[in-house]
Every structure is written in C-alpha cells, then in structure tokens.
T-cell receptor
Framework: AQSVSQHNHHVILSEAASLELGCNYS??????LFWYVQYPGQHLQLLLKYFSGDPLVKGIKGFEAEFIKSKFSFNLRKPSVQWSDTAEYFC??????????FGGGTRLMVKP | DAGITQSPRHKVTETGTPVTLRCHQTENHRYMYWYRQDPGHGLRLIHYSYGVKDTDKGEVSDGYSVSRSKTEDFLLTLESATSSQTSVYFC??????????????FGSGTRLTVV
C-alpha cells in the first residue's frame, strides 16, 4: 500500500525566511503528486500538482515543488514566506484509480 | 465550498449516541469520500463511494457506516459515538479518472466532539 511521509510536523519561521517542506512516498511506479493547504478554520485547497512533464511545478501564491523520482520525493518550497502562509500543508499521492493517500501534514507558523 | 456542503458544521454529542453527518454535492461527481483529520495523523480515509449504493471501506472504517441513496448525498453514521471519534470530518468528491490529474475537491468540514 502507498504511504506518504511528511517528516516535519511543525515548522516555525520568521517572515521572509525560505521554506522547504519534505514529502516522501513509498510507491516506485508512476505517481501523481499534490500539495494541499489548509488555512486556519478552512477546508483543504489544492496548492499545486504534478502528473507529468517538468519536475519543477509552480503553484499559487509563489509556491513550487520539485519531483525527484530517484528520491521518491516531492518537496514544497517558497523563497520568502509571509505571515499569511501560516497554515497546515498536506502532501498527497495518487498511483492508481481515484484514491489519494495523504501525509500526516505539516503545521507552518510564520511569525510577523 | 462551492458545490459541496457539509452539515452540521459543529456538533457536540454524548458517548453512546448515534450521529449522522451529511455531505451534499451539486457537482454530480460520481466519487465521494469521508476523511477524518486528527493531529499527527493527517487525513485518514473512513469510507468512500463510487456510485449510488456502491461504497467501500477505508483504512479507519471501524465504528462508522455510510449510505449513498442519491448521487448528491453521502451520509456518515457513527452508530454509537465514542470519545475516540472526536475529530474533524471532511467530505471530498472527484470524477472517475480525474483524481489523478486534479485531486479532490473538499467540503468545509464538520467538527464533532464526543463528550
């Protein structure tokens, strides 16, 4: 069965710091990868996705993620975070059918 | 959120009582899912449906049942609520073949507290 690991459970940064959140998955075949964001009190929203092509994917609000197949990773990055990026971030993987497997989430707090 | 409504948004119930959560969609999507979200566990799939009257278990289905008598409604029932079922419950939808490319669309969640 597919599993997804997000090793950083809590991250605290100051505004303007750079961000990288790790995501590793277990399945070695063809995968589609997603990052979702959940702002406080809100539902999950799609931040970006990868399913083919350029392994560097750009999403909304200045976020990007890089798919590295050899490392089974899909890390999320942002060069300069803002207070409004405070949220919980979830990595998700699809390798067959309609099922997504989610990681445990990373809570990001950005201090103003 | 647009197209998906979860009700109630908040509920407090007593241990041992039955509880039903409702997910209603106006997108006519075939697939519907119930997840629970808990600190440190992320989102875990409880049950899902791939059509009217077609449902299957997810990884944390014990203590939960579901029903889907209409395309637009997917009900999650806790037959006898326990404190371990205190959580935030999210409904999600997708179309066949699209989850791989587009992921899911999520509802706003139901915060359930079992006392």
């Amino acid at each position: 069965a597919q599993s997804v690991s997000q090793h950083n459970h809590h991250v605290i940064l100051s505004e303007a710091a750079s961000l990288e959140l790790g995501c590793n998955y277990s399945y070695g075949g063809t995968v589609n990868l997603f990052w979702y964001v959940q702002y406080p009190g809100q539902h999950l929203q799609l931040l970006l996705k990868y399913f083919s092509g350029d392994p560097l994917v750009k999403g909304i609000k200045g976020f990007e993620a890089e798919f590295i197949k050899s490392k089974f990773s899909f890390n999320l990055r942002k060069p300069s975070v803002q207070w409004s990026d405070t949220a919980e971030y979830f990595c998700a993987v699809n390798n067959a059918g309609n099922m997504l497997t989610f990681g445990g989430g990373t809570r990001l707090m950005v201090k103003p | 959120d647009a197209g998906i409504t979860q009700s109630p948004r908040h509920k407090v119930t007593e241990t041992g009582t039955p509880v039903t959560l409702r997910c209603h969609q106006t997108e006519n999507h075939r697939y519907m899912y119930w997840y629970r979200q808990d600190p440190g566990h992320g989102l875990r799939l409880i049950h899902y449906s791939y059509g009217v009257k077609d449902t299957d278990k997810g990884e944390v289905s014990d203590g939960y049942s579901v029903s889907r008598s209409k395309t637009e409604d997917f009900l999650l029932t806790l037959e006898s609520a326990t404190s371990s079922q205190t959580s935030v419950y999210f409904c999600a939808i997708s179309e066949p073949g699209t989850a791989a490319n587009y992921g899911y669309t999520f509802g706003s969640g139901t915060r359930l507290t079992v006392v």
